[in-house]
Every structure is written in structure tokens, then in C-alpha cells.
């Protein structure tokens, strides 16, 4: 089992950029797939991003590609979201969730919130215009 902590959310000005941190704990985070996943208020949960074990792949939502890099540090056992010309569309809560499935299941499943099986507490991220 992992516990996720994610942290690096703020209040930024459209065009600003935030680099979130997924904290991992209790097993190595090597083990997992990774994904990020936002939640704006009475909207539906989303994918953002993903990146596989060994950060092989990655994976991204249309709405973020080419602004958002998601990456991986197994030494410090963190996953990381680099947001950048951020918008007031990106205005969410964002999760970051763990899969321990094999790779293969997430080449047609990264973005479905029922392949994790495990999920952080989320950080707000707000962007003003």
C-alpha cells in the first residue's frame, strides 16, 4: 500500500506557472503508475496526466498538452506536474493516484479514474485573470 501527499498549489496569475509535488510513502513509488487528475467545482473529476513505471510513457489530456510536463524522481519516491501558461480554466483541485495494475492495462486506461487505486488528499490550484 502507498499514501499519497501532494503539495505546490497556490493562487497565481493567469500565464504563471506552479510545479506540484505527490509525496509518496509505504512502498516504492516505482511500483506504481502515476497519474494526476483535477476536480473544478460541479465538475466531473478529470485526467490531466500520467507517466508509467520508469517513466517509459506519459501521457496527457488535450486540454494540457504542451503546457503541463509530468514527471517522476523514484530516488525521492515523488511524482511531479510542472504547469506552465497556466489559465483560469485550470482553476481545480488536482489529485494525484496510484496504479499498481501492470503497464500494459494502462495503455488504454491511463485516463480512467477506476484504474487507481490509490489517491491523495488534492491541492487547490486557483488562477486568476
Known amino acids: 500500500q502507498v499514501q499519497l501527499v501532494e503539495s505546490g498549489g497556490g493562487l497565481v496569475q493567469a500565464g504563471s506557472s506552479l510545479r506540484l509535488s505527490c509525496a509518496a510513502s509505504g512502498r516504492t513509488f516505482s511500483s506504481y503508475v502515476m497519474g494526476w487528475f483535477r476536480q473544478a467545482p460541479g465538475k466531473e473529476r478529470e485526467f490531466v496526466a500520467g507517466?508509467?513505471?520508469?517513466?517509459?510513457?506519459?501521457y496527457y489530456a488535450d486540454s494540457v498538452r504542451g503546457r503541463f510536463t509530468v514527471s517522476s524522481d523514484n530516488a525521492e519516491n515523488t511524482g511531479y506536474l510542472q504547469m506552465n501558461s497556466l489559465q483560469p480554466e485550470d482553476t481545480a483541485v488536482y489529485y494525484c493516484a496510484a496504479g499498481e495494475r501492470p503497464d500494459t492495462y494502462y495503455s488504454t486506461r491511463y485516463s480512467r479514474r477506476y484504474a487507481y487505486d490509490y489517491w491523495g488528499q488534492g491541492t487547490q490550484v486557483t488562477v486568476s485573470s
Open positions: 507517466i508509467s513505471r520508469g517513466a517509459v510513457r506519459t
